[in-house]
């Protein structure tokens, strides 16, 4: 029987579960966008401390636009075959407009707006334009016509709040960006589509999650690397103990990501009663994990810039705070995977919360190193906890040990 040309466009069942070089490029886009954003981050920590709480709300702002950008672009290449015209179409734009958008970061709130929020809108909605008419007469138009009501909806404060001021502007794109989350977290019901369904590829999904948090923990890399390598280069002091301790959180994080949860991340999605809407979760837990681990990146940089005296405050945001917001992410991707969380990750942040306090008065490097010793601590107990309860994947309705 001959397909419709809107059947056509979605992925076929036998195409391979893997990702490709275009999808890698489009990663590329990332490395650059997530580096920015780090030194957005390490500018915020330094400036006044009346401005910090703005400048580094403001940076949150921008940086869950980008990711916004790369998960729905990674659940059309999951859903649709991206060997076709209108797919190809999409997906260019979508390359174009995320390296606007990366372009534009340092003048967001300032001369750029409009150029960083039209290239965001363009992406979402230009993609709604063409893929709700390319899908005339299948099941599927109802979704996309979904996805792109939501859209279109922020699209008002996203550009209303490029041309106003400054302050009018971190209001205006906070809506905009609390509407875009709330679609996708809900997976944008609208009344012609009041549950709108996922049908995914669980090891095309799993392995795009896994590259985009590998991205972040490059720029982990790549930010240490930047800020050691001019200055302190041959350095035997305080400088190259703060890399090394760098580079130790790098491989911990990266450990600590793959055990168990990061390994059996395909199989949880695929045996799960509802697929489509465990892989959302598994998208909301990689969000977290991926801004913990540029919050690390951060804290990192400025630790190595300055790895004596005293602490300021608002760097324990990122020293201290990066590792926390990982350490909620991996507990979140945890209880996707198995349907539990184990009580270790809620001590964890519980010992890193109650030094926030006394590290003011310690060594920026020490105070990484230590948020690192709790990190490798919770690990080491919860793989001796997996060894001698081994974790088993668990519908929800079945349920797990706590």
Known sequence: ?????????????????????????????????????????????????????????????????????????????????????????????????????????????????????????????????????????????????????????????????????????????TLAVAIDYTGAIRLWPAPWSPRPGLTVSAEYLSERYQQFFMIALGTLLLIAGTTYSPKYLGDHGAHTAALLVSIATTMLVWRTYLYQAGERLPTAISTAPEPGRTAPRALLAHLLMVVGVLGIS????????????????????????????????????EHTVFVRTSRYWVIGLLVLAGLAPVMRVVPPVAVAATATAVLLCVVLAEVARSRRHPPDLRSPQEGGPS
């Not at 040309?5 to 076929?12: D, I």
């Not at 950008?69 to 290449?77: D, G, K, L, P, Q």
């Not at 299948?138 to 008002?156: I, K, M, T, Y």
């Open 1 to 173: 029987m001959a397909r419709s040309r809107a059947e056509e466009l979605l992925r076929e069942p036998d195409e391979p579960p893997r990702a490709t070089l275009k999808d890698l490029f489009f990663d590329l886009v990332f490395v650059f966008a997530f580096t920015g954003i780090t030194n957005l981050l390490i500018a915020d920590a330094t400036v006044h401390r009346r401005t910090f709480l703005r400048g580094a709300g403001q940076t949150l702002l921008l940086l869950l636009a980008l990711l916004m950008v790369w998960f729905v672009t990674a659940w059309i290449t999951d859903l649709y075959n991206a060997q076709r015209r209108e797919i190809r179409l999409v997906l260019g734009g979508a390359r174009l407009g995320a390296l606007l958008m990366a372009i534009g970061l340092p003048q967001a709130f300032g001369a750029r707006g409009l150029a960083f929020a039209g290239a965001y809108v363009a992406i979402h909605v230009g993609r709604g334009l063409v893929l709700v008419p390319a899908l005339r007469g299948h099941e599927a138009q109802r979704r996309g016509a979904a996805v792109l009501l939501w859209f279109a909806v922020s699209a008002v404060p996203w550009i209303v709040g490029a041309i106003v001021t400054d302050n009018l502007r971190t209001a205006l794109w």
């Open 298 to 333: 951060a804290g990192q940089g400025l630790v190595i810039e300055h790895p004596l005296g005293r602490t300021d405050p608002a760097w324990l945001a990122f020293i201290l705070g990066g590792p926390a917001l990982f350490i909620v992410g991996r507990a979140s991707f």
